[in-house]
């Protein structure tokens, strides 16, 4: 009986403090933004064997160059698989970018996770959390990317600290 009180006593005083330190931790300031621009990328088929082939139709590597508000390049990796069935596939990436965003210079991470069914397309295309690095520390945000007339372009939702609250 006298462990269940024990228990019961720490698991309060967890949350006790736990709510305690959430409520009174120092909220660092957020600025939104969006980006926009075209970037050129250059795809290479890389090697499936065999046995990989039972699970993915095609791997990539990826170069991009960014132009307009984000501006630099990445590197990435994807594997894809399509179905029988015309304009049904997906893909999965990570790509690195380098570059700098709206003045602000550093590293992030993007990870894909996208879908074609019969032609209609899902796009999840998110920064990894906690992956910036330098003036991009603490970047968050998603990407969409279009196609018109064989030209890639991106539209870019994301928050990051705000830089004078520091």
Request: glycine fraction near 8%.
């Given at each position: 009986?006298?462990n ?42 890389q ?8 699970t ?12 307009g508000?984000?501006?630099g390049t990445?590197?990435?990796e ?11 596939a ?6 690195r ?25 899902q ?12 003036q991009?520390?603490g970047?968050?945000g ?25």
């Open positions: 009986m006298k269940r009180y024990a228990i019961t006593l720490w698991v309060c005083l967890c949350f006790v403090f736990t709510a305690f330190t959430q409520s009174n931790a120092t909220k660092e300031s957020k600025v939104s933004g969006h980006a926009s621009g075209s970037f050129e990328i250059k795809m290479v088929p090697p499936v064997t065999e046995e990989e082939k039972k993915i139709s095609v791997r990539m590597t990826s170069d991009k160059q960014f132009h508000d984000l501006e990445s590197t990435g994807m594997l894809g698989v399509f179905t029988a069935v015309k304009d049904s997906g893909y999965v990436a990570l790509e970018v380098s570059g700098k965003l709206k003045g602000r210079t550093g590293t992030f991470m993007l990870q894909h996770s996208s879908t074609m069914a019969r032609g209609a397309q796009q999840s295309i998110s920064v990894v959390p906690d992956s910036g690095t330098d991009l520390a970047l968050a998603s990407m969409i990317i279009k196609i018109t007339d064989g030209k890639h372009f991106y539209e870019f939702d994301y928050t990051l600290p705000d830089k004078d609250s520091k």
